[in-house]
């Protein structure tokens, strides 16, 4: 049994009567009813824009320009709405019908001219605080959320049309304006030459002044030194008596009790005297008196001893001791061997200090008779002595007080001299700043004259036609030159890549509805399990071919897509075909009836991931790995390139790829081959059949 003969069985059992014929047809017919249906109701949908009613509300009261005319922008940009044809404007007379029109559906959305926008408008003409004009849209989403990205279009291009208009009326005023003030310019330029030559006549007076200035502040510096050196002098004088006055004062006041004090020194002196002459009387009788008491005391000694020795001879006789001729023998030889007193050595040394003492205070004696005689001299000359010094005291006070007043003269008479410098200087300095002021006038005198008419020929000045040419840049300076590679021709052109692949994997989609991925008697045979694999796919294939070339035909022909690369668009659409059958039968002979299931989660995914309307690189991350494993993303691309006239490059490796998906399809139907040609309960009644 050949791949070929078990295509054509199940193609047989399909086409064998009315109803599956009709089947096939319809079948054949779904993608159809999902890509070229849906194409053809979004194919131009910007060019009806104008079957939708929005309400225009024109409250704009006109504004006076710069030049005297009269502004009506809100009325322009009404008329302009309106001429435009891109919505069906309804003119409303106040903005609340116009608001509560939008929320109750009778408007798609409302535009709003304030009455203040020709004001604001021309507002930055008078260098006054600029407002801008603004332009009030209200929107509500519940009639469509994609209207208020197509308002948001529209608005945009209003503000950039008026805001191009005033800008343009604004620099022409600007341009005049610099007219005005290169003519201003050139006028200032010659006054500036009179101010320049007047200016240059002060200078010379200001120099002559300055010469006078100086010669006073020189006199008057002179004279200031002079009076510095007569000041110096009296401040000496003055200081000079004041230390004088001051050293007689404290003289005059310690000398003044001197009198008194030397008279006192004299008496005490005289009793001094007078004490030490009688303390001398008594000295000088002192050593006789101690030699006397001396011999007196040695002969009481000598006769106490005899008296003892006779005491002790006689108990000693009494005793029996000794006879009274042994003691009177005794009592002799004692008086034989007693000697006459001497003096010991202690009291002739005392005896000495005493002479050396007494010698002394004799000459004490004679001191204190000379110092009372001085003394009686000093307080006889005291009270003339203190007499002198207080005259000498009053004397310096008074030379002290008049030096103190030349010097205080004589200091006003610095003072002045200093200001007098002072002044001098000043008005040296003055003079001189004036004159280098008079100069540095006289030379930016000049300079302004200069600069004012070299600046007058840069200022421009242009003619009608200029101010028009310029007026226009300056309004609109930056210029978009769009140049697109490829380029949609209509809002279903530019959808036709996604719906078209989407439409093809619905309709194969379809197929498993009505289509056995392998028959039963297929996997009873002994044929390879690559032959019945590939026996079962054909026909999904035949069918899906017939799809892609009726969807294909429909939207060139019909819808009038005009691809760039018709026959390679339609390669591509079976070579997705081709894809798409062989995993959506490879995945349902795979798994059976919940395979369905997995198809569809494939769709979904591919749905979101395959980059039909935004780009897929906006989707969340997870879905990028989607879009890069999964075929409809790049069939979808590839149709991009073919209908629009992109690079082809892209073409033939997306081809192969798709061939890859091929063979991925069939090895999983392969794989569900060998797995179902052993039959179970199961296979002969499956818990579940979709």
């Known amino acids: 049994m050949t791949v070929l ?19 096939i047809l319809a079948l054949a017919l779904v993608p159809l009813l999902y890509g070229a249906v849906y194409l053809y109701a979004n194919w131009d949908p910007y060019g009806k824009l104008n079957q939708i009613d929005a309400a225009l509300v024109v409250q704009d009261s006109g504004a006076a320009s710069a030049d005297g005319t009269r502004l009506e922008a809100g009325r322009k940009v009404a008329e302009s709405l309106v001429d435009g044809h891109v919505f069906n404007w309804k003119t409303v007379a106040s903005t609340e019908e116009a608001d509560q029109g939008v929320s109750n559906g009778t408007y798609a959305f409302a535009l709003k001219i304030p009455q203040d926008f020709s004001a604001n408008l021309v507002s930055p003409g008078s260098f006054d605080a600029a407002n801008q004009a603004m332009l009030n849209v209200t929107t509500n989403d ?9 308002v948001d279009k529209l608005t945009t291009a209003v503000h950039t049309t008026v805001a191009k208009e005033v800008g343009e009326e604004t620099a022409n005023q600007l341009l005049t304006g610099f007219g005005t003030i290169h003519t201003q310019m050139l006028k200032a330029s010659d006054g500036a030459g009179q101010l320049a030559d007047g200016v240059a006549r002060l200078h010379d007076g200001t120099v002559t002044l300055h010469q006078g200035t100086g010669e006073l502040k020189s006199g008057a510096t002179e004279l200031y030194n002079g009076e510095v050196k007569l000041r110096d ?6 200081t000079g008596a004041g230390q004088l006055s001051s050293g007689l004062t404290q003289l005059k006041d310690k000398t003044a009790a001197l009198p008194a004090d030397a ?5 005490g002196a005289a009793q001094v005297a007078a004490g030490n002459a009688a303390l001398n009387a008594q000295v000088q009788a002192i050593p006789g008196q101690l030699a006397a008491a001396e011999q007196a005391a040695q002969q009481a000694a000598a006769q106490a001893q005899r008296s003892r020795v006779v005491a002790s001879t006689a108990h000693l006789v009494a005793a029996g001791v000794l006879s009274q001729e042994q003691a009177d023998r005794v009592v002799a030889d004692v008086d034989a061997t007693a000697a006459p007193p001497a003096a010991s050595a202690a009291a002739s040394a005392s005896a000495a200090k005493l002479q050396a003492a007494a010698a002394q205070i004799q000459k004490l004696t004679d001191g ?10 000093l307080a006889g000359a005291a009270p003339a002595l203190s007499g002198a010094v207080a005259k000498a005291s009053a004397g310096s006070d008074q030379l002290a007080a008049g030096s103190a007043a030349l010097a205080a003269g004589q200091q006003n008479a610095v003072d002045g001299a200093g200001k007098l410098v002072q002044g001098a200087q ?6 001189a700043q004036l004159e280098s002021g008079a100069a540095t006038a006289s030379d930016g005198a000049g300079t ?4 004012l008419a070299q600046g007058a020929g840069k200022v421009p000045n242009p003619d009608d036609t200029q101010k028009d040419s310029l007026s226009k840049v300056m309004a609109d300076p930056v210029a978009v030159s769009n140049v697109s590679q490829a380029k949609a021709g209509s809002y279903g052109a530019g959808l036709a890549p996604f719906f078209l692949t989407l439409a093809l994997w619905i309709g194969i989609f379809m197929l498993v509805q009505a289509m056995r991925p392998v028959t039963q008697r297929a996997l009873a045979s002994n044929a390879p399990a690559w032959k019945i694999a590939a026996g079962g796919w054909l026909p999904f294939l035949a069918v899906s071919a017939v799809q892609a070339s009726l969807l294909t035909l429909v939207v060139d022909v019909g819808l009038g897509l005009d691809p760039a690369h018709p026959v390679l668009m339609w390669f591509l659409m079976l070579a997705a075909a081709m894809a798409f059958s062989a995993i959506i039968q490879g995945v349902v002979a795979l798994l059976g009836s919940p395979g369905k299931l997995v198809v569809l989660i494939l769709l979904v995914l591919q749905l979101v991931s395959s980059g039909g309307t935004f780009p897929w690189q906006t989707t969340p991350e997870p879905l990028h790995v989607v879009h890069q494993i999964l075929p409809m993303g790049y069939v979808v691309s590839g149709m991009r390139h073919l209908i629009y006239g992109a690079d082809l490059a892209i073409i033939l490796p997306t ?18 081959v060998r797995k179902n040609k052993y039959w179970t309960l199961k296979t002969l009644k499956p818990e579940i059949a979709v």
């Open 655 to 672: 081809m192969l790829g798709l061939v890859g998906y091929t063979l991925l399809g069939l090895a999983m139907s392969t794989v569900a």
């Open 233 to 238: 002098g009296a401040t000496s004088l003055s």
């Open 5 to 23: 003969r078990l295509a054509r069985s199940e193609l047989k059992r399909m086409t064998g009567g009315l109803l599956p014929k009709l089947t």
């Open 368 to 377: 204190s008779a000379a110092v009372s005689a001085g003394a009686s001299q």
């Open 142 to 150: 519940a009639n469509n959320y994609l209207l208020s990205t197509i």
């Open 448 to 451: 302004l004259a200069t600069e």
């Open 426 to 431: 000043k008005l040296d300095d003055g003079a």
């Open 263 to 267: 008279q006192q020194l004299a008496d």
